[in-house]
């Protein structure tokens, strides 16, 4: 009796033993925006992260776990962004990052990525020139000449012949202001003044006042999705500018899903190019948006971030499973290089090799009553639409 009980006990401790041997945790460092006046984006972009790895928790390997690790970049502050990279691959041994919000983080980040080889996920940040700056980063996201330069183009085959500008002044908006511009011009059209706005402004009435005063068909504008598009909107509105026949254009940012609510009928009308839309009707997006509103709340509309940051994941648990949770940082970019996903709420969409920025449909949308309720409508679709910007500047 004693002998079989020791034996028994010897392969229970094998067993366990084998099991510790090859549970393997994969630890992911998210940087996001979390605090400061940008906090609803980060919440946007986190809530993305949790829907997808409470849905495929299940679905990665036997004895693989992931830990995710997040940190506050308190918005656009690149220095914050770079120590908590730093912090993140020294002190916390990820062997992946993530995030974020803002552009210019992403720049500061990216030269760390390539000293520490540790693969960048973007699930946000959309100047073109990202991708560039470290064989380590692949986005999945957006680039804003993705959206604003093919929207140059068709509105000036629209019938809108004189645009005034109006960017935020940084990074994205830089890039959203020179593919439009490119775009509109090249195409015919004319542009007949522009504005850069400060970063999380305060008040928009300024610069709508001088684009009105132009007297354009249209204002081309982009802002940080969230409460600065809600406070563009009102400008645009309480000046008058619908009612003097001048149109709001943009990308997506301008009429972003979840802010829709509180925009109220001045949005009705506005035409985005953009990647995707909560109202689109893809079977893939309506399982994608039940399962939103029954994690989050029957009332909330999912953005464009919290897409990115769930197909982010998406792309993550590919390269986790396909190497058993032990993360080699050149076989990972390797893996991303040219993954598709076909099945996204956003549609098809892609990691080009070449250059490791996404590949993706642009839809042409209108703000409509749908139901009652205000939604961009998808009307025109851009299929596999890659960054022109790097089309336009190949490596030399």
């Known amino acids: 009796m004693g002998f079989r009980a020791s034996a028994v006990g010897a392969v ?101 990525a390539t000293e520490a080889k540790v693969p960048f996920i973007i699930m946000n940040a959309g100047t073109a020139v990202i991708t560039t700056k470290s064989p380590y ?59 850069r706005m400060p970063v999380n402004n305060a008040d928009y009435v300024p610069f709508m006042q001088r684009a009105k005063d132009t007297t354009p068909d249209a204002v081309y504008s982009f802002v940080p999705a969230g409460k600065d598009a809600v406070a563009i909107m009102k400008a645009f509105g309480d000046l008058g500018l619908k009612q003097a026949g001048i149109k709001l254009i943009g990308p997506g940012d301008l009429t972003t899903d979840e802010e829709l609510p509180g925009m109220g009928d001045v949005a009705l009308g506005v035409v985005t190019a953009h990647h995707y839309s909560a109202a689109a009707t893809r079977p893939a997006n309506q399982a994608f948006i039940k399962a939103y509103k029954a994690e989050f709340g029957t009332n909330e509309e999912p ?29 990972t970019l390797e893996l991303l290089k040219g993954w598709r996903n076909e099945d996204s709420p956003r549609g098809p969409f892609m990691i080009d090799p070449a250059t490791r920025d996404v590949v993706q449909n642009e839809y042409v949308r209108r703000v409509e009553k749908v139901n009652g309720q205000l939604a961009n409508v998808e009307f025109e679709t851009l299929p596999m639409v890659k960054d022109p910007w790097k089309e336009m500047n190949p490596p030399k």
């Not at 220095?79 to 803002?102: C, F, N, S």
């Open 12 to 112: 229970c401790i094998a067993i366990c033993f084998v099991t510790a041997a090859s549970a393997q945790t994969v630890k992911l460092g998210v940087i996001n925006t979390y605090s400061g006046p940008s906090a609803n984006l980060g919440e946007q972009l986190d809530r993305g992260i949790r829907l997808y790895v409470k849905q495929h928790e299940k679905d990665l390997p036997p004895g693989v776990k992931l830990e995710i690790i997040r940190r506050d970049d308190t918005g656009p502050n690149p220095e914050v962004a770079k120590r908590m990279a730093q912090e993140l691959v020294t002190r916390d041994h990820v062997q992946l990052l993530a995030g974020p919000i803002y552009s210019p983080n992403a720049l500061a980040i990216a030269p760390i």
């Open 137 to 195: 980063i692949a986005r999945v996201s957006f680039t804003m000449w993705q959206s604003s330069y093919p929207l140059g183009v068709w509105a000036a085959k629209n019938g809108i012949k004189k645009v005034f500008t109006a960017v935020t002044d940084f990074a994205p908006g830089i890039d959203s202001e020179a593919a439009f511009i490119k775009g509109f011009t090249e195409a015919g059209g004319q542009i007949v003044g522009s504005v």
């Open 303 to 331: 953005s464009f971030l919290v897409v990115d940051a769930y197909d982010g994941m998406a792309a993550i648990f590919h390269v986790i499973a396909a190497q058993q949770g032990h993360i080699d940082p050149d076989k």
